[in-house]
């Protein structure tokens, strides 16, 4: 079983940033794509960014340019440095990871979601 552990959520005025982080844990052989999606109240949860293992990245047009998302590989952990943060970033933001056990099985897991509030 993998659990993926999120982190780094909070209160932010807009034009701030926040890091956020999700590191996976468990019987994993590797981890093809990691990602971040995000839900807003009343709104169908979204794509934020994916990155692949061989560092390919795949962003929302909403977020180019303002997040970086990227991975540590030895670590199963994967980050979203979000700036330039915007009333509309607010959401529960949520780590996904498209992974392998040691039987070649493929699984998709999330985590329990960690909420970005931007507000003055």
């Known amino acids: 079983q993998v659990q993926l552990v999120e982190s780094g959520g909070g209160l932010v005025q807009p034009g701030g940033s926040l890091r956020l982080s999700c590191a996976a844990s468990?019987?994993?052989?590797?981890?093809?794509?990691m990602g971040w999606y995000r839900q807003a109240p009343g709104k169908q949860r979204e794509l934020v960014a994916a990155i692949t293992s061989g560092g390919d990245t795949n962003y929302a047009d909403s977020v180019k340019g303002r997040f970086t998302i990227s991975r540590a590989n030895a670590k199963n952990a994967v980050y979203l440095q979000m700036n330039s943060l915007k009333p509309e970033d607010t959401a529960v933001y949520y780590c996904?990871?498209?992974?392998?056990?040691?039987?070649?099985?493929?699984?998709?897991?999330w985590g329990q979601g960690t909420q970005v509030t931007v507000s003055s």
């Open positions: 996904n990871a498209l992974y392998s056990d040691y039987a070649r099985r493929q699984f998709d897991t």
């Open positions: 468990g019987s994993i052989f590797s981890i093809n794509t």
